[in-house]
């Protein structure tokens, strides 16, 4: 089977590093107070823009002085490079799909790749900048789809036959759909795919 993948909140953690470096950029580098707002919609992979209220000048200059440093200092979450070699072993295919972006200041595909490496992330190819996942899910014939994005869950499961696993976060908890499956943790991922299979 053909597996997809997202990166951010699926296999990283990236909600506990983001945070206080989004609070740190509001406090220190915006001279504001600091408040977060998770009533804001919250269904996009660019969450903390919206949690943190900043407007588009904002953000641009928060992931551009950040976006690169904040990769490098991410968590891989328990378990999950162990479940995608078991997966890998199994013969599936995985392809990690994440709207992660280069940026002029950092080579954002180079730290990515070596983070994979250094957390034994395996996988059989990536694709950066995926803004439509749901195209990358088309013409991948994937079977299987992770991610931590309701709106990107939610189109890959109205669209196609891929079975869909929305990865828990804060971010996502009160977003349901009755054709997306929620996972706790990678061994419970791991325990759902095997009984689809």
Not at 38 to 58: Q, T
């Amino acid at each position: 089977m053909n597996i997809g993948i997202d990166i951010d909140d699926t296999i990283s953690e990236t909600f506990e590093t983001l945070l206080p470096y989004s609070q740190k950029y509001t406090i220190e580098d915006l001279q504001k107070k600091s408040i977060i707002n998770m009533k804001n919609d919250l269904s996009s992979h660019l969450y903390i823009v919206y949690m943190n209220g900043w407007n588009e000048d904002e953000a641009v200059e928060f992931w551009n002085k950040y976006y690169g440093e904040i990769l490098k200092k991410l968590n891989i979450k328990k378990f999950a490079s162990d479940v995608i070699a078991k997966l890998k072993q199994k013969g599936h295919k995985i392809y990690l799909i994440t709207a992660r972006w280069d940026m002029k200041v950092d080579n954002i595909r180079e730290i990515t790749k070596e983070w994979l490496k250094n957390n034994k992330v395996e996988y059989d190819d990536i694709f950066f900048n995926a803004d439509d996942k749901l195209q990358l899910v088309k013409n991948n014939e994937i079977d299987i789809f992770i991610d931590d994005s309701f709106d990107n869950c939610k189109k890959i499961a109205d669209n196609t036959n891929a079975k869909v696993y929305i990865m828990n976060s804060r971010i996502n908890e009160a977003l349901e759909d009755n054709k997306i499956q929620r996972v706790y943790s990678w061994p419970h991922l791991y325990n759902l795919i095997e009984e689809e299979i």
